[in-house]
């Protein structure tokens, strides 16, 4: 085990046969840290018959897979997952392991950490590897997990200074994926699964899913409302705006939580992180959670009544107004323009 | 008949901070900040008190956190809560997920007799989702998080709908099983009037000490006694009750630190300013458009 205290492990969500892109995003990101530390990544791949998945993470930077299928594996179920992780972590030590900020990485991953007694943190928005000095003590090659804290009132840097392994989840688009630029051989480990009467103890009836069809990570336009509106019957004028611009349409948690629209397509540290060629921010406000899904948006438009909005502090363009009046404003000068 | 422990937290109102609750540091005075009941724990007593209604059974919650956190006990008690423990200890402060997962584990071992756990999904103050997972674990029992509904409880086994991405998905669990809850699961019934004015004078011992300390008439024994006799006693745990491993609990028992906190402080030149006119709008729609942005 020469890589031993070095190793970045991803847990690899997937479904029917392809992994998600929130798994792929974090083989990019952990390729990085394995670089940084000078170590191996790995990825862990569970599943029936998902060969090609632990296949598919070598062109996102793998120098390993470990693969777990058995039939009974098919779907997701939280106690064989965490049993195959539980083992392997115990194992082979690895000195961090990144997992989504999905449904599942969050039933997952905490079950994983409290077995194996590691640091866990949620939602990371940045991941980074430094040398510090905490309490007196040199840490080496230590990981540094950013998250907006407190409603987002502030920016926390946690870190897990004394304990072996250190865990954390990331929300899908935060880290940016991309192919290595070295693909390393396809080397996979196969770990059998043992069946055991505990994984039985939670069985699945049945399942519903529907295909999300909301794609705003491929937007190129998104028009995004807040509470700012006031109204549901307001956001209308969003949905408005974003179709005659051709965009999507999204919103902040709080309109979000005000029922103006569905979580589908909420941005921010809890919902979507986007990075579209333009973003109209209308009626909100710009809490730092919402900041962090769309700050790193090419052009980004803000319309708020308040001219001491934070969202001001982003945007490239700024509008102090009410949103009812700048955007069929808008609307109509942009309609004017095409003619 | 199935017995609940319902785990709750009281928490600081993270969406009503005002400038003068942020330190000079930058970092939040929790002591002058509204403290509040995480709402997805509401829920989650709501659910409890649901299997209650339809099949018998006791409710207790459950908080861990400073004394005032009693509060939200006796809110759960003018819910329709039959018991309420309060967890404290200084030796409990500075807690991260791990170390408060293994004090509510103890805690809930201790109170026992339980068919299941509910917790709400996460607290508005961490955000984290992750106490519930870790207590389960600790006590070695399955777990349903993003709990929707119970649709039925037959012998051992609850039949229950959960939240998966892009839809929901239904499991059968064997008892006993913790669940954490959505916010939109169930809406959390009013406080009881009747209930109200019968338990407004819960008091947790540590309540009952600050009378004692006032009045040398009174003796704590006794009072706790009279309490206990008329139902509004609030027992509280600390970690001698618990006979617990202090390096597992507080601050030493913690493996994430915060390191470093920032407060949110924007750069930048600020954006260009467009008039709120027509004419405005229409410059800057040119703009988007000669630069490619639009259309």
């Known amino acids: 085990m020469a890589e031993n205290g070095k190793e970045v492990w991803v847990f690899i969500e997937q479904r029917v046969g392809k992994p998600a892109d929130v798994s792929l995003e974090l083989l990019s990101k952990g390729r990085k840290l394995a670089d940084t530390m000078g170590g191996a990544l790995k990825s862990v791949v569970i599943g029936d018959d998902v060969r090609s998945v632990a296949v598919d993470t070598f062109q996102f930077g793998a120098d390993e897979a470990f693969l777990v299928q058995h039939p009974a594996l098919k779907d997701y179920r939280t106690l064989p997952y965490g049993r195959i992780l539980n083992t392997l972590v115990k194992k082979h030590q690895p000195r961090i392991v990144l997992f989504g900020a999905t449904i599942t990485g969050r039933d997952l991953a905490p079950r994983v950490a409290s077995h194996t007694m590691s640091g866990l943190t949620a939602d990371c928005t940045d991941l980074r590897i430094a040398d510090i000095s905490y309490l007196g003590k040199e840490y080496h090659n230590l990981l540094l997990q950013i998250r907006p804290a407190f409603g987002g009132n502030i920016i926390a840097t946690i870190i897990t200074p004394d304990n072996p392994i250190q865990m954390a989840t990331v929300r899908e688009g935060v880290m940016e994926k991309h192919r290595a630029e070295t693909i390393r051989p396809v080397r996979i480990v196969e770990v059998p699964y043992v069946p055991d009467a505990v994984d039985d103890m939670v069985k699945i009836v049945e399942q519903h899913r529907e295909e999300n069809k909301i794609n705003l990570k491929g937007a190129p336009i998104i028009v995004a409302g807040g509470y700012g509106l006031g109204t549901k019957e307001n956001f209308a004028l969003i949905y408005e705006l974003a179709h005659v611009l051709g965009g999507e349409v999204a919103g902040s948690r709080a309109a979000v939580d005000a029922g103006y629209i569905p979580y589908e397509r909420q941005v921010g540290q809890t919902g979507v992180t986007v990075r579209p060629k333009l973003y109209i921010a209308v009626g909100i406000s710009g809490a730092i959670q919402h900041r962090a899904g769309m700050q790193d948006s090419n052009k980004i438009i803000a319309i708020n009544s308040d001219p001491d909005a934070p969202i001001f502090d982003v945007a490239h363009y700024g509008i102090v107004g009410d949103a009812m009046e700048v955007v069929p404003k808008f609307i109509d000068a942009y309609k004017r323009r095409l003619k | 008949m199935y017995n609940s422990i319902v785990l709750v937290k009281q928490v600081p109102d993270t969406s009503n901070i005002s400038g003068q609750v942020m330190k000079e540091d930058g970092t939040v005075n929790r002591a002058k900040l509204p403290a509040i009941f995480n709402y997805e724990d509401r829920v989650a007593l709501e659910l409890a008190l649901q299997v209650k209604d339809r099949f018998g059974g006791t409710i207790t919650v459950v908080t861990m956190g400073p004394p005032r956190a009693s509060d939200v006990l006796r809110e759960c008690l003018f819910m329709g809560a039959n018991n309420a423990y309060l967890i404290t200890d200084r030796k409990f402060a500075g807690a991260d997920t791990l170390a408060t997962s293994f004090v509510l584990a103890e805690a809930i071992k201790r109170i026992g007799n339980y068919d299941f756990v509910f917790a709400g999904r996460q607290a508005i103050d961490g955000d984290t989702a992750q106490v ?164």
């Open chain 2, 132 to 295: 519930g997972p870790q207590t389960a674990e600790k006590l070695g029992i399955p777990q349903i998080t993003y709990a929707e509904a119970i649709l039925d409880v037959r012998d051992r086994t609850a039949r229950v709908r959960r939240k998966i991405e892009g839809g929901y998905e239904i499991l059968d669990a064997t008892l006993p099983v913790l669940l954490t809850v959505v916010k939109d699961a169930v809406t959390p019934r009013p406080v009881s009037a009747k209930r109200l004015m019968a338990y407004k004078g819960a008091k947790s011992l540590l309540e009952l000490e600050k009378l004692v300390e006032g009045n040398s008439l009174l003796y704590i024994d006794k009072l706790v006694h009279e309490y206990q006799g008329r139902s509004l006693y609030i027992p509280t745990l600390t970690a001698d009750d618990l006979q617990i491993d202090l390096a597992r609990c507080g601050i030493k028992g913690s493996p994430t630190k915060v390191y470093q906190v920032d407060s949110v402080v924007l750069g930048g030149a600020g954006p260009t300013r467009i008039e709120n006119t027509g004419a405005g709008i229409s410059s800057l729609i040119d703009d988007l458009l000669e630069d490619k942005i639009l259309g």
